[in-house]
């Protein structure tokens, strides 16, 4: 049990760290008042909830790729054997 929040937390403190940092790449050039939906219409969010949602986004991306980075780390002999749990 211990391993795995181990891993847990190895994928999910690098990609809390590089989300802030997307958050803060993106929006020096992005104004969040600015941003439309597809549709074309304006986005009415606040500011802060923007920043809220696309901080979660970018955080939820990095960690299902660092996830698969750990996922496909795993060799054939400790999967067969059982060890991720």
């Known amino acids: 049990m211990i391993r795995r929040r181990e891993r847990v937390m190895a994928v999910l403190w690098p990609a809390f760290l590089m989300a802030g940092v997307m958050e803060m790449l993106v929006f020096a050039f992005v104004d969040p008042t600015q941003l439309h939906l597809f ?27 660092a996830s698969l980075t750990e996922l496909l780390e795993v060799g054939a002999e400790d999967l067969n054997r059982g060890e991720l749990r």
């Open 39 to 65: 549709g074309g219409a304006p986005l009415d969010w606040s500011p802060t909830a923007v920043y809220t949602v696309a901080f979660f986004l970018f955080w939820g991306v990095i960690a299902a790729a």
